[in-house]
């Protein structure tokens, strides 16, 4: 294990060390691990990156999954899965009139920087990269990894996106529109052999997901009203109406994806609605009672409550310090206390540094 400690502390992440004692994780595993088994002993996403990076170096072994076994027809049928996806669709502006100024040399290098920005962006979010198809680009949320938040993960990869690839330092400046879409699939059918092999999607959703970038200006986001339903107010969004696109029978409701909004809570943001009025809870309510008199007499105390945010004190005066964590932001521990002190300042999105 002195070993693995050594490693880790050449690497600057000596932090993780007792982790991987407690996991009984020497050099003969290094090998074996994947994204997930680093994100479950707690790494971080950046570190994560740096020790699959360093594992290959010590002896060129691809980590990031497991050796695929031989699949036969039967397996692969067996692989397909019925599930919710939100599908992203990126499609490059004005890509055939940058192909007639460009040499087709320079041309290649443009595409391969952008394939690796958007490769590389929806990396941090969990994204999968499905296909590449020239100048789009088909990414999946919710496989092969389903996470709560899928859509919100997709729309702030698109965000991001947008910030991305106008970033890049390129011949020309490239824009971006982005589609987003929601819907259930069924997944995983391998399509093609060779290069060309594939994870295919049987569903409505992608072609949904790629018509909507027919509406999107350059850099923008479009979504769905499917994947609109799954953000509450997570986003500021503008209502582009009813959209009649290419191929769909009936017309779509589309929202352009402005910003995210600066509501406090992510709970709230989520559900809208007024919660449920706590019942049947009169013996805890009187011990939390007693301790709030506790409190405003000078003794401390700290009282643990499990269930729906909004349970809590509201008869006497008092001041309400609430923090709230983000699966968006867990490369900043202090995200919370950086959020509240900005509220406190009232800082707004638009003022500058």
């Known amino acids: 294990m002195q070993q693995i400690a050594d490693w880790l502390k050449k690497l600057g992440m000596s932090e993780y060390a007792q982790r991987f004692v407690e996991n009984r994780i020497d050099l003969s595993v290094l090998p074996d691990l994947t994204d997930q088994d680093l994100e479950k002993l707690g790494v971080l996403l950046g570190d994560r990156r740096k020790m699959l990076r360093a594992i290959r170096e010590l002896g060129g072994i691809a980590v990031t ?4 076994p031989v699949e036969t027809e039967a397996t ?5 899965e019925r599930r919710q996806l939100t599908v992203m669709f990126i499609d490059l502006v004005g890509s055939t ?5 460009l040499d087709p040399e320079d041309m290649r290098s ?3 920087a952008y394939h690796k920005c958007v490769a590389e962006t929806v990396a941090g979010f969990d994204g999968f990269v499905a296909k590449y198809m020239g100048d789009g680009v088909l990414v999946y949320f919710g496989y092969p990894h389903a996470h709560e938040d899928d859509a919100e993960r997709a729309v702030r990869a698109g965000l991001a996106l947008v910030e991305a690839v106008v970033r890049l330092r390129v011949q020309e400046p490239l824009q971006v529109r982005i589609g987003v879409a929601t819907g259930v699939v069924v997944v995983g059918d391998l399509v093609g052999s ?3 092999q594939e994870r295919g999607v049987v569903g409505e959703t992608p072609n949904l997901a790629a018509r909507l970038t027919a509406v999107a200006l350059a850099d923008t986001v479009v979504i769905a009203e499917s994947t609109r339903k799954l953000l509450g107010n997570l986003f500021e969004l503008n209502d582009l109406g009813s959209q009649q696109l290419k191929g769909l029978a009936a017309p779509t409701q589309a929202f352009a994806v402005a910003r995210p909004s600066s509501v406090e809570s992510r709970f709230e943001a989520l559900h809208a609605a007024a919660l449920t ?3 049947g809870r009169d013996e805890e309510i009187e011990l939390l009672m007693r301790r709030w008199e506790q409190v405003k007499s000078g003794q401390g105390r700290v009282v643990l409550l499990t269930g729906e945010p909004g349970i809590g004190i509201e008869s006497d005066p008092h001041t309400r310090l609430r923090h709230f964590c983000s699966p968006h932001h867990q490369d900043s521990a202090l995200h919370p ?3 509240r002190l900005e509220r406190a300042a009232g800082l707004a999105r638009e003022d500058t540094a």
């Open 110 to 112: 443009v595409i391969a």
């Open 76 to 80: 692969q049928q067996d692989d397909a």
């Open 277 to 279: 009025t706590l019942v």
């Open 97 to 101: 009139a940058l192909s007639t100024q």
């Open 65 to 68: 999954a497991p050796t695929a």
């Open 194 to 196: 060779g290069e060309a």
């Open 337 to 339: 206390v950086i959020s």
